[in-house]
């Protein structure tokens, strides 16, 4: 990401109008490739002998094991997986999240507080605001 590109998109978050037409031209711009992959997978089936034109990643080397493994099974059927040096790094290497209070070191934490977790009758700050934001679901985060 290059140096105020992340300053572009600040004025978007509170337009919903420009947020809906960007994932629409997103949708737009991403269709072909799906219907590519998809066309080509179909011909896959049908004839033993096609040679594909898409390939699915089937490993990785970024992110975390435990997190690369929800994606695994969220969107790669399980067959994701995880190189082996990225793995050892995980395992040796210090992480670089820090960890607060009780909560368990690992690079993924679920926490279910359905008392703040509801969007639709939060406080100001969080009404209309897109699910990802809830000010205090982070607050009961920090305090717990």
């Known amino acids: 990401m290059h140096d105020g590109e992340l300053d ?4 978007l978050k509170s337009d919903p109008t420009a947020l ?4 629409a031209t997103a949708l737009r711009v991403l269709e072909p490739f799906r219907s590519v992959v998809e066309e080509d997978e179909r011909r896959s089936v049908a004839n033993p002998k096609h040679r594909p034109l898409a390939e699915t990643l089937t ?3 970024r992110m ?3 997190i690369a493994e929800i994606v695994s099974k969220a969107f790669y059927r399980g067959r994701l997986e ?5 793995k050892k790094e995980a395992e040796t290497k210090p992480s670089p999240v820090s960890h ?3 909560l368990p070191k690992s690079p993924v934490v679920a926490v279910d507080f359905p008392h703040v977790s509801s969007t639709s009758h939060g ?3 969080e ?10 679901e982070v607050g009961a985060v920090r305090t717990s």
């Open 82 to 86: 995880t190189e082996c040096g990225r």
């Open 123 to 125: 406080a100001g700050a």
């Open 20 to 23: 809906r037409d960007i994932a």
């Open 100 to 102: 607060l209070g009780p």
């Open 64 to 66: 975390d094991p435990a």
């Open 127 to 136: 009404r209309g605001k897109p699910r990802w934001h809830n000010p205090a």
């Open 8 to 11: 572009e998109l600040e004025p």
């Open 59 to 61: 490993e990785q080397r």
